[in-house]
């Protein structure tokens, strides 16, 4: 099980963190994604961190902004958005799988229920 938190209203130029609890055995063996879907629009990746935590992978449009990050205390993985856009206004999903190719094309095993970001400019 995910469970995301953190997010809510910020404005344009702020930040924010998310944050995503996994209930799930074997933790450590897992890499932890971040996808968001805006309104109208199909759910898209926006971060990747493998399951040793040592590789990392952005979206062109968050590369430089937004951080992944995770700890195995407590079996968490963090999204830090920094400079938000308007843009980035979507409903924000973790996501896990044991491939680090599925993490990477959305096809994972394992989603959250989203936590909503909303930028106002």
């Known amino acids: 099980q995910l469970v995301e938190s953190g997010g809510g209203v910020v404005q344009a130029g702020g930040s924010l963190r998310l944050s995503c609890a ?3 055995p074997g933790f450590t063996d897992y890499n932890m994604g971040w996808f968001r879907q805006a309104p ?3 759910r898209e990746f926006v971060a990747a961190i493998d399951w040793r935590g040592t590789n990392t992978y952005y979206a062109a449009s968050v590369k430089g902004r937004f951080f992944i ?5 407590q079996n ?3 999204l830090q ?3 938000v856009k308007p843009e980035d206004t979507a409903i924000y999903y973790c996501a896990a799988d044991s491939s680090w190719g599925r993490i990477l094309t959305g096809m994972n095993e394992s989603w959250g229920r989203g936590a909503q970001v909303i930028v106002s400019s």
């Open 76 to 78: 968490m993985v963090y």
């Open 40 to 42: 109208g629009k199909e």
């Open 69 to 73: 990050s995770r700890t195995a205390v």
């Open 81 to 83: 958005m920094t400079a």
């Open 22 to 24: 996994a209930s799930i």
